[in-house]
């Protein structure tokens, strides 16, 4: 093996520079298939995943001749101990293509599902009612007359979010399930066992530990468990509020007044955040609303707009402004005349220039923060990209889903919509702080279990915990005993639920929401410190911060040339570099006052014997 030092230096800026023109070819061809999803497409993105891959397992050869071990400079250390870690290019190439094209199926299936009208599934009664239980037969006979139009975005989307109609809601909650998550079970298990293969090949004993490598320290599982541990109690409480208030909507017919939540009747088609319930359950009615959605539309924001309002709060912080390209490249809206992967994505084209955005916009406030999202993906790849290739990444995956986060709980606050003009009067009152939290923990209380339990049940999928004769029950084990929601219909082993989430068939990790809903928070504790607020943190704004921005350029151009454990050193002054549950109790600490009080006489949790438990077939 190769010690010379000064030959591995030299070896890296060649990598560099050719991993850069190589990314950037495979990023176009990824772009394309995505924004038209046609065979054509796909052949090509397949094709240069293979180009990609030969070249990863070429530099990966040449990297593992050196005795990088022992060489004295910390960062070329760094460097070779992400370059001699090959990934899914490790197997075979006919498993590699295999694996790929069983992605690239999946993902297919998922962007293009459809389902069919909801009344084009019922018969009605000789008495002119709709007969609700011949939609749940008419889906074996196939009833004729039912073309599958609707796709999940904006459709489904919007009809999960403003339907409340139970039976409307169940049905949509049902034959998505069986357009999208059953037709692609079987490929699931299979690529699972290719991406065990590949991981073993690495060196890890199964996909789960690979991913878990990402946060690069020991105990990561731990880790995590640990802070759900501390924030499942506040969870608790919400959860037994807004249950409380669905009875009052439904009847406990339809909710059990102490059992889990019905999943379809949280206006999200995975329960996975609750704002789009806001209306039934805000606790004072009346009060100020921060769903400015009705402002958006009055307002006439298009997508556009809405862009635009969201690179000024960066900029208004000193940060990056969006490039001129990103206008000019980035797919906002939905197309008309082809088929896309909507599911919104932020792309780096790896040359320090060309920056995109792909994303179906609506003109909801759940799309301006999405907006905000994507668009913090965006900043944190501006912001590093003078780091070498290989540094181009977030501190850890949670540090990059946290950032446009941060800046919407700025621009989420009532005083901060109101300087916009998406908001009236705002008064000060303690209802509106209560109804502002409230909203707040719609999001991102709500999403804690859900962004908890993903990636729990993918760990025990890899690790042969999880096997297909109880894939979907382990599912709805962790969805009963973790979220305390249950399915509207019974569920067995024929159906696949869990795919029928994005990030399954797209084989995206999750648990990084869950880590950005932790670290967010302590980000926004330590701007607003630095931008000199003073008060409660939930009504903190830094917009307009130039120490707030100055602070968080220092962090995040880092990118992953130090751990992250240092990152969030800079962060806080060296006050803490662990994740830290603090700064989000904090935040939401008047509304878990609150809602002790509210929930006095109520049952916090849920009975497991109440959920329609799984029918075995
Ligand atoms: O999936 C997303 C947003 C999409 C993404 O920006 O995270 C996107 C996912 C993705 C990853 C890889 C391929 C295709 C899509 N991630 C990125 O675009 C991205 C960009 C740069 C670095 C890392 C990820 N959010 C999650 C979690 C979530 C729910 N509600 C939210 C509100 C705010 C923020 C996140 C969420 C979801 O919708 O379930
Ligand atoms: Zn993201």
């Known amino acids: 093996t190769n010690t010379n030092e000064a030959e591995a230096i030299d070896f890296l800026g060649r990598y560099d520079r050719e991993a850069g023109q190589m990314c950037n070819k495979f990023m176009e061809a990824s772009w394309n298939y995505n924004t038209n999803v046609t065979d054509f497409n796909k052949r090509v993105m397949l094709q240069q995943q293979m180009i990609w891959s030969d070249f990863h397992r070429t530099k990966w050869n040449e990297a593992t001749n050196f005795a990088w071990k022992n060489f004295t400079t910390p960062t070329v250390r760094r460097m070779f101990s992400f370059l001699t870690v090959l990934g899914k290019a490790a197997l075979p190439r006919d498993k590699l293509k295999e694996l790929t094209g069983l992605l690239q199926e999946m993902k297919t299936t998922y962007s293009v599902a459809k389902i069919c009208r909801y009344d084009a599934r019922l018969r009605r009664l000789p008495s002119g009612d709709y007969d609700y239980d011949a939609e749940f037969e008419a889906d074996d006979d196939n009833q004729i007359g039912c073309i599958p139009t609707l796709p999940l975005e904006p459709h489904l989307t919007q009809m999960m979010a403003n339907s409340r109609d139970p039976?409307?809601?169940?049905?949509?909650?049902?034959?998505?399930?069986?357009?999208?998550?059953?037709?692609?079970?079987?490929?699931?298990?299979?690529?699972?066992?290719?991406?065990?293969?590949?991981?073993?090949?690495?060196?890890?004993?199964?996909?789960?530990?690979?991913?878990?490598?990402?946060?690069?320290?020991?105990?990561?599982?731990?880790?995590?468990?640990?802070?759900?541990?501390?924030?499942?109690?506040?969870?608790?409480?919400?959860?037994?509020?807004?249950?409380?208030?669905?009875?009052?909507?439904?009847?406990?017919?339809v909710v059990p007044r102490r059992g889990p939540i019905p999943a379809h009747l949280l206006g999200n088609m995975w329960a996975q955040t609750w704002t789009n319930v806001l209306d039934i359950t805000i606790p004072y009615p009346g009060r100020t609303s921060v769903d400015v959605t009705n402002a958006l539309?009055?307002?006439?924001?298009?997508?556009?707009?809405?862009?635009?309002?969201?690179?000024?709060?960066?900029?208004?912080?000193?940060?990056?402004?969006?490039?001129?390209?990103?206008?000019?490249?980035?797919?906002?809206?939905?197309?008309?005349?082809?088929?896309?992967?909507?599911?919104?994505?932020?792309?780096?084209?790896?040359?320090?220039?060309?920056?995109?955005?792909?994303?179906?916009?609506?003109?909801?406030?759940?799309?301006?923060?999405?907006?905000?999202?994507?668009?913090?993906?965006?900043?944190?790849?501006?912001?590093?990209?003078?780091?070498?290739?290989?540094?181009?990444?977030?501190?850890?995956?949670?540090?990059?889903?946290?950032?446009?986060?941060?800046?919407?709980?700025?621009?989420?606050?009532?005083?901060?919509?109101?300087?916009?003009?998406?908001?009236?009067?705002?008064?000060?009152?303690?209802?509106?702080?209560?109804?502002?939290?409230?909203?707040?923990?719609?999001?991102?209380?709500?999403?804690?279990?859900?962004?908890?339990?993903?990636?729990?049940?993918?760990?025990?999928?890899?690790?042969?915990?999880?096997?297909?004769?109880?894939?979907?029950?382990?599912?709805?084990?962790?969805?009963?005993g973790v979220q305390g929601v249950s399915p509207p219909v019974p569920r067995t082993e024929e159906d696949f639920d869990p795919g029928a989430k994005f990030h399954v068939p797209a084989n995206v990790p999750y648990v990084r929401y869950f880590v950005s809903f932790v670290v967010q928070f302590q980000f926004h504790a330590e701007l607003c410190k630095a931008a000199g607020h003073e008060g409660p943190l939930h009504r903190c704004d830094i917009y307009r911060s130039v120490k707030a921005g100055r602070l968080l350029r220092n962090v995040l151009s880092l990118g992953k040339s130090r751990p992250w454990t240092e990152a969030l050193s800079v962060l806080t002054s060296g006050r803490t570099n662990k994740l830290d549950v603090e700064p989000i109790l904090e935040y939401f600490g008047p509304l878990r006052t609150w809602l002790e009080s509210q929930n006095r006489g109520e049952l916090i949790g849920w009975r497991e014997n109440e959920a329609i438990v799984l029918q075995v077939t």
């Open 167 to 253: 039976d409307e809601l169940r049905y949509l909650w049902r034959a998505w399930r069986e357009a999208a998550g059953k037709p692609i079970r079987q490929k699931y298990l299979r690529f699972v066992e290719l991406s065990n293969e590949a991981a073993r090949l690495n060196g890890f004993s199964d996909a789960g530990e690979y991913w878990r490598s990402d946060y690069e320290i020991d105990g990561f599982r731990e880790e995590v468990e640990e802070l759900w541990q501390k924030l499942s109690p506040l969870y608790q409480q919400l959860h037994a509020y807004v249950r409380a208030k669905l009875v009052e909507k439904y009847g406990e017919e």
């Open 297 to 480: 539309r009055i307002q006439g924001y298009s997508p556009l707009a809405m862009f635009r309002l969201a690179e000024e709060f960066f900029t208004s912080l000193g940060l990056e402004p969006m490039p001129q390209t990103f206008w000019q490249r980035s797919m906002i809206q939905k197309p008309t005349d082809r088929e896309v992967v909507c599911h919104a994505s932020a792309w780096d084209f790896c040359n320090g220039r060309d920056y995109r955005i792909k994303q179906c916009t609506e003109v909801t406030m759940e799309h301006l923060v999405t907006t905000h999202h994507e668009m913090g993906h965006i900043q944190y790849d501006l912001l590093y990209r003078n780091q070498p290739f290989i540094f181009r990444d977030g501190a850890n995956p949670g540090f990059h889903e946290a950032v446009g986060d941060v800046l919407a709980l700025s621009a989420s606050t009532p005083r901060h919509l109101q300087s916009v003009g998406l908001l009236g009067n705002v008064d000060d009152s303690y209802e509106t702080d209560i109804n502002f939290l409230f909203a707040m923990a719609l999001d991102k209380i709500a999403f804690l279990p859900f962004g908890y339990l993903m990636d729990q049940w993918r760990w025990e999928v890899f690790s042969g915990d999880t096997t297909s004769s109880n894939l979907n029950n382990r599912w709805w084990e962790l969805r009963l």
